[in-house]
């Protein structure tokens, strides 16, 4: 039996010229591609793309509490406090593996973080070890 596919999209127009989805769900696995959002600051562009990748979850049937795993692309390495900061602050007691990079560069000049995540989605069971996504 195959697995159902539900591909998100966001609408952005690096999507169709690139040929991808911002999210990927098949069966109990959510996948979310880079993610990136303007801002003045590398904090403000965290949160910016924290809350799209909270859409695109959503728009798959996940949601933070469902985030096993982020991956944090960063144009300066000096920055982590600050994203790191954003991420405590998103994800609270659910505390997802995470990995955080310096690149030299992301696909716009002005952006300087880029976020990834991937999710998994239980079946209905227990709830117990599950953490809840902190007030936002």
Do not use: K
Not at 50 to 63: D, I, P
Not at 123 to 131: I, K, Q
């Amino acid at each position: 039996m195959t697995a159902h596919r539900i591909n998100v999209s966001s609408g952005s127009a690096f999507e169709a010229e690139v040929g991808y989805s911002r999210a990927v769900r098949v069966g109990p696995l959510v996948v979310v591609a880079g993610t990136t959002a303007p801002g003045d600051d590398v904090a403000t562009q965290a949160r910016g793309a924290f809350a799209r990748l909270e859409t695109a979850l959503a728009e798959a049937g996940a949601a933070l509490t469902d985030v096993v795993r982020t991956r944090i692309f960063v144009t300066d390495i000096a920055s982590w406090r600050e994203v790191g900061a954003v991420h405590r602050e998103v994800f609270g007691t659910i505390r997802p593996v995470c990995t955080m990079v310096e690149v030299s560069a992301l696909i716009v000049p002005d952006l300087h973080v880029e976020i990834e995540a991937d999710a998994y989605v239980s079946d209905g069971g227990s709830s117990a070890n599950r953490p809840s996504a902190p007030a936002r």
